[in-house]
């Protein structure tokens, strides 16, 4: 879903004109120097900070659990939970670094 989209449900509008401010703040609390945010994310800000990236995402039902299942994965098939402010729905997460593309492996490796 587009921000376009989300600005016509309840609460997107004001959640859009709030974003940039939750993670100015986000970037205060943690101490993070933000890149350009990337432009593939959908109902969420996302940047890039160094080695962890910041999520701050629209508050629904596909991200109430997000940081629970994170932390519950602790990097194992999952990119990583290094915090998360549950006050800006925002996640601080190790930043992947491209490797070798599952693509690339024998099909039961790429299910481990």
Request: glycine share 6%; hydrophobic share 45%.
């Amino acid at each position: 879903m587009s921000f376009d989209e989300l600005a016509r449900f309840p609460r997107g509008a004001e959640w859009i004109a709030r974003a940039p401010r939750l993670a100015a703040e986000c970037a205060d609390r943690w101490s993070l120097e933000l890149g350009e945010p990337y432009a593939y994310a959908n109902v969420s800000l996302v940047f890039p900070a160094g080695d962890v990236v910041l999520k701050v995402s629209f508050p629904h039902w596909e991200s109430e659990h997000e940081a629970a299942a994170l932390r519950h994965w602790d990097g194992d098939g999952a990119i990583r939970l290094v915090d998360y402010d549950a006050e800006r729905n925002a996640l601080l997460l190790e930043r992947c670094v491209p490797g070798t593309s599952l693509l690339e492996l024998p099909e039961e490796e790429g299910f481990r």
